[in-house]
């Protein structure tokens, strides 16, 4: 399995501890210190598509109008830390988010 966010998110720190309690094998992708590669992005844009963009972040509302304004895969590589997170590969399934559905299917 692995969680892919940044290790000073919240929700990114709270998925990771119930993952651990719950005695998965978690690798944790920090984002920001270990970009991802264009074929991991195309990966997770195949899954989630534009939402897989935090279009209500503070980094979102940043952007140039020219960034926003360009596709999914040009903002994620330009500033990992729009991606929504965390996601979740578990195996052939993704999740993006964490909610009480994604953590009880994750941690039963």
Same mark, same amino acid.
């Given at each position: 399995?692995?969680? #892919? ?9 709270? !998925? &990771? ?6 005695? /998965? ?9 270990? %970009? &991802?590669?264009?074929? +991991? ?5 195949? +899954? ?11 980094? #979102? ?7 926003? +304004?360009?596709?999914?895969? !040009?903002?994620? !590589?330009?500033? %990992?830390?729009?991606? /929504?997170? %965390? ?7 993704? #999740?993006?988010?964490?909610? +009480? ?6 941690? !039963?």
């Amino acid at each position: 399995m692995i969680l #892919y966010g940044l290790s000073t998110c919240d929700t990114t720190k709270k !998925a &990771l501890k119930a993952l651990q309690r719950a005695g /998965k094998d978690v690798v944790f992708r920090d984002v920001r210190a270990d %970009p &991802l590669s264009r074929a +991991e992005i195309d990966t997770i844009l195949t +899954e989630f598509g534009d939402r897989a963009v935090n279009k209500q972040s503070t980094t #979102y509302r940043g952007f140039s109008d020219f960034l926003r +304004e360009s596709e999914a895969d !040009a903002q994620i !590589a330009a500033q %990992p830390t729009v991606m /929504k997170r %965390p996601i979740v590969q578990d195996g052939a399934a993704w #999740y993006l988010g964490w909610d +009480e559905a994604i953590e009880a299917k994750l941690t !039963a």
